[in-house]
C-alpha cells in the first residue's frame, strides 16, 4: 500500500512539474535566400508571437517589455508544426508552443517591480527604510498593491527582497516618521501592522468602525 502510495505521488508530481502553457494557432511567415534560412527565421519569430499571446491570454496586466528571445525560447518545453507551406525562398505555417509554467509567472510576477523598485527618479533620497511582508491571492492583485504603493505619498523607493506566487517581502524607504506612513497606507485602505515576524501590509476592514 505504501508503495501504491509513493508511486502516485512521483506520477502527480511528475505532472505538476510537467504543467504548462499551450499556444495554439500561432501562425508564422518568412522569406529568405532559401526555403531552409526562411523556415529558421519563421520558427525564431514563432517564439515571440507564441510569448506574445501566451501574455494577452493569460497576462494581460503585464506591460512590461517582453524578454530576450533566449529567455523566451528557455521558457518553452516543446512546440509542433501543425500545418505548413514551403517554396524556394518562403516558409508559412501554423504552430503550436508549450510554455513551461512555472519560469513564466515567475517572470510575470518578478517583471512588475524592477530589482531597485519604486520611483527610479527618486533614487538619492534618503529616508527610514521598513521590511514589509505583502500577500495577494492573483497576479492582477500583485499589479495593483505594485501600483498603490508607488503611487504612495511619502513613499521614496519599494525594493523587491523575495517573490513568491502568494507574498511579496518588500523594503520599503519613505519619508517623515513611521506613524505618518500608517496613516497615509489605512486613507488608502491598508493596515501597516507589526507581527512577530515584522511588518505586514493587509487589506482594512471597511466595515469596521
Known amino acids: 500500500m505504501k508503495l501504491c502510495f509513493a508511486l502516485v505521488f512521483f506520477l502527480f508530481s511528475g505532472l505538476a512539474q510537467a504543467e ?50 533566449e529567455a523566451i525560447v528557455d521558457m518553452v518545453t516543446n512546440f509542433s508544426i501543425d500545418r505548413e507551406k514551403t517554396t524556394s525562398k518562403s516558409y508559412t505555417a501554423s504552430l503550436t508552443f508549450q510554455f513551461d509554467v512555472t519560469q513564466v509567472r515567475a517572470w510575470a510576477l518578478g517583471s512588475t517591480l524592477p530589482e531597485e523598485g519604486g520611483h527610479p527618479l527618486l533614487p538619492s533620497l534618503k529616508g527610514n527604510e521598513l521590511k514589509v511582508n505583502v500577500s495577494f491571492a492573483s497576479l492582477s492583485e500583485w499589479h495593483r498593491i505594485k501600483k498603490e504603493l508607488d503611487n504612495t505619498s511619502g513613499v521614496l523607493k519599494v525594493t523587491l527582497l523575495s517573490l513568491s506566487p502568494k507574498m511579496a517581502s518588500l523594503n520599503v524607504t519613505y519619508a517623515d516618521d513611521l506613524s505618518k506612513l500608517q496613516k497615509l497606507l489605512k486613507n488608502q485602505g491598508w493596515l501597516l501592522i507589526s507581527q512577530n515576524e515584522g511588518w505586514s501590509l493587509t487589506r482594512a476592514n471597511l466595515g469596521s468602525s
Not at 531552409?36 to 527565421?41: D, G, L, N, V
Not at 525564431?44 to 524578454?67: C, D, M, R, T, W
Open 20 to 69: 504548462t502553457f499551450s499556444i495554439p494557432n500561432v501562425r508564422v511567415s518568412a522569406t529568405g535566400d532559401s526555403s531552409a534560412s526562411a523556415r529558421e527565421k519563421a520558427l525564431e519569430e514563432g517564439h515571440e508571437i507564441a510569448f506574445q499571446k501566451l501574455l494577452n491570454q493569460y497576462f494581460p496586466e503585464v506591460k512590461a517589455s517582453s524578454p530576450s528571445h
